[in-house]
């Protein structure tokens, strides 16, 4: 549960509590990292040290639901020069470690991240009247924590998450989500690392399916050409009522030529899938070749998990030659050395390797596979083969369920174990499947189904794919009891 507490009513320790003067008993009297944010607030808005503030009565660190401790509310005045109306600024707390005593986020350093490396923020449009700001952003923030600290799955700026609902649960058309760099706010170092602040944008389907087939960094410019779609600080205004491209028909124009000349940068999700080996039945329920849904998902061993995160973290710079991340990178500790470790790195990766029998975690070459998706995932397939394997690059499915993984790759992307000679590869749960660019086109035909998202909506809630080295491939659209449609970006640089 939360409360709203108003300035003077604030527990020891929380942003905004003491005197407001500024004094220099902040320090004592603030854990260091929520202190550094603090500061940061406190430059952008000098008039306000004590803001209404959304609270997590009992904390994350004690049990509780909510692993924000706090999110703060600003009334920000805008810029009239630059057309930027008023609005209400939300900022959490509680994403970056706040307080160095390994209660929720392991130290790793001062020279990395903070916790996971960032803070979210929200700025919404102020409506006439308005006096106090609403608080149902606060926990529309918690969600997306609460994605954050149970996949571990950071958020970079130009992300998509995927709502399917009104962000105020309203009659909005803005249900879904971008993520960029708040436009005020700088980066903090604290003595925990450094923290840096992402901003959250409600956007309409409309413009989440052009993120997801060009690129978020793409549609978020677009957005701050139109001032009543977000203008130059990207505010959301949840009565917004067309999209860009309804209210100039020539963006659409924009983004179709971005999509032919750049292809798509979003190199995965996390979805509902799974996958099976049909090359020979298994021989009884613990035979690894099967990964069925419906079954306890198996475990990645920790070196695969690093690969998976590594891919789906890069993505793929526009202008590099594509690399997956090997599987024998060099490690210390369990962990790969490029990258700062995450919590679960330190309580999983060991051990998880240690239980994973040998035989699961060799690689296998298959002559046919069975893929399976929910819905919105299987309607990407497309954006999967002309937006990213005809561009030369790689794109993964991650399970949201389980440790599976589904990775297509083109002919140029460097250190995956799929080949041409063995184009359908596992690594325990994870699969690889290599095509042609010639396959791609013949998988593009059949798959024109899909092109046309909401017709697949409609009528099917499933998608069953069949791919075989011996046979063309084979799609089937079938209706299921629905799967849960809800997935996030995840991300990519």
Same mark, same amino acid.
């Given at each position: ?48 040290? @004590?803001?209404?503030?959304? &609270? =997590?009565? /009992? ?15 600003? !009334? @920000? ?5 630059? @057309? ?8 959490? *707390?509680? /994403? ?35 006096? =106090? ?19 571990? @799955?950071? *958020? ?63 549609? %978020?410019? %677009? ?56 090359? !020979? ?27 998976? #995160? ?6 793929? +710079? ?24 995450? #919590? ?17 975690? !060799? &690689? ?6 069975? /893929?399976?998706?929910?819905? +919105? ?18 794109? &993964? ?16 992307? +460097? ?9 359908? =590869? ?14 791609? +086109? ?24 069949? %791919?075989?080295? !011996? ?18 970006? %995840?991300?990519?640089?």
């Amino acid at each position: 549960m939360e409360g709203v507490r108003p300035g003077g009513g604030r527990p020891a320790g929380a942003p905004g509590s003491g005197s407001g003067s500024g004094s220099a008993s902040f320090p004592s009297l603030f854990p260091p990292g929520l202190h550094g944010i603090y500061g940061e607030c406190r430059r952008l808005y000098p008039d306000q040290p @004590n803001p209404l503030q959304v &609270t =997590a009565i /009992l904390k994350y660190w004690l049990g509780g639901p909510d692993p924000l401790d706090y999110v703060s509310m600003y !009334r @920000n005045l805008g810029n009239p020069a630059l @057309n930027v109306p008023e609005h209400w600024h939300y900022v959490s *707390f509680g /994403l970056s470690d706040l307080y160095g005593d390994n209660r929720v986020h392991e130290f790793t350093g001062t020279d990395g991240p903070s916790g996971f490396g960032f803070e979210l923020t929200f700025r919404l449009k102020r409506e006439t009247g308005e006096s =106090a700001p609403p608080t149902w952003p606060a926990e529309l923030m918690q969600g997306l924590a609460r994605y954050v600290f149970q996949s571990e @799955n950071t *958020f970079c700026s130009g992300d998509h998450v995927s709502w399917h609902s009104p962000l105020d649960n309203s009659e909005s058309r803005i249900q879904h989500m971008l993520l960029t760099e708040d436009p005020q706010m700088q980066p903090v170092q604290t003595p925990f690392g450094v923290v840096t602040f992402l901003q959250i944008v409600g956007v309409c389907t409309e413009e989440l399916h052009a993120a997801q087939q060009w690129n978020g960094q793409g549609i %978020l410019e %677009l957005l701050r050409t139109i001032p009543v779609a977000g203008g130059p600080w990207l505010i959301t205004d949840m009565r917004r009522g067309e999209t860009i491209f309804e209210i100039d028909p020539h963006l659409q124009e924009r983004v179709d030529k971005g999509i032919e000349t750049d292809g798509s940068n979003l190199s995965g999700v996390s979805a509902k899938c799974a996958w099976d080996d049909l090359s !020979r039945p298994p021989e009884d329920d613990e035979d690894s070749r099967s990964i069925c849904i419906g079954t306890q998902p198996r475990r990645l061993s920790g070196k695969d998990t690093e690969q998976i #995160r590594e891919t789906l973290r890069r993505g793929l +710079e526009i202008n590099n030659k594509p690399v997956l991340p090997p599987i024998n990178a060099q490690r210390q500790n369990g962990l790969n050395l490029d990258r700062a470790p995450s #919590r679960k790195d330190s309580l999983e990766s060991e051990s998880s390797a240690a239980i994973i029998p040998h035989e699961l975690i !060799r &690689t296998r070459q298959l002559e046919s596979v069975h /893929l399976k998706f929910n819905q +919105e995932s299987g309607a990407l397939i497309p954006l999967c083969l002309r937006g990213r394997l005809l561009h030369g690059r790689h794109f &993964t499915y991650k399970s949201i369920t389980g440790d599976t993984a589904i990775t297509f790759v083109s002919t140029g992307v +460097e250190g995956a174990f799929a080949t041409e000679e063995h184009p359908y =590869a596992a690594h325990g749960p994870w699969l690889q499947i290599l095509l042609t660019e010639e396959f791609v +086109e013949r998988m593009l035909e059949d798959l024109e189904d899909l092109n046309s998202p909401e017709e697949v909506r409609l009528h099917h809630s499933c998608i069953f794919l069949e %791919l075989s080295q !011996r046979a063309q491939p084979i799609l089937q659209l079938v209706f299921d009891p629905p799967l849960s449609l809800q997935a996030a970006a %995840l991300p990519h640089p």
